[in-house]
């Protein structure tokens, strides 16, 4: 089984109560639109397939649970910083502590999920998963538009 997180930026109000059920610290970033008042944005991880942010990790810090999920171990992570490069979702944080901070899922029942009364945020099983990641652009690509390769 395959499950996407999705965010609808349309119906988030910025309460903020995702970020305060995320047990992560920084692992969900609710930030307001410049040129839209009253809109914000949601930066949280998708957990793509295939994961760009684990395809670069060169310390194998990054990996994909049997949920799916991408998940970071610290203890390999050098806060190298190129997992924040690529990922197409700006959602790898660098905390103000200098560790990287990502999205776990919860173990696969994500809290910010079950909080978000607004919808914002849904957790589904889809077919297609693998179909929507097959356009987004290769971790080479992303490297590259960055200036980093």
């Not at 930030?31 to 949280?44: G, K, V």
């Not at 029942?109 to 987004?136: D, I, N, Q, T």
Request: contains cysteine; hydrophobic residues 40%.
């Amino acid at each position: 089984m395959e499950y996407l997180l999705h965010v609808l930026t349309e119906k988030c109000t910025g309460c903020m109560d995702c970020v305060e059920a995320c047990p992560i610290e920084d692992g969900i970033r609710v930030i307001p639109l410049p040129t839209l008042p009253e809109r914000w944005d949601i930066a949280i991880c998708r957990h793509c397939n295939p994961a760009p942010c684990v395809e670069v990790c060169e310390f194998g810090a990054l990996s994909v649970s049997e949920n799916g999920a991408v998940t970071l171990n610290q203890s390999l992570c050098t806060s190298c910083k190129a997992c924040t490069a690529v990922c197409p979702f700006g959602a790898v944080f660098l905390r103000p502590d200098g560790m990287m901070a990502k999205c776990d899922l919860c173990s696969g029942s994500p809290r910010c999920v079950a909080a978000c009364e607004e919808g914002a945020l849904v957790y589904e099983r889809v077919e297609r998963k693998r179909f929507l990641m097959r356009e987004k652009p290769s971790v080479v690509e992303l490297l590259e538009f960055k200036g980093l390769r």
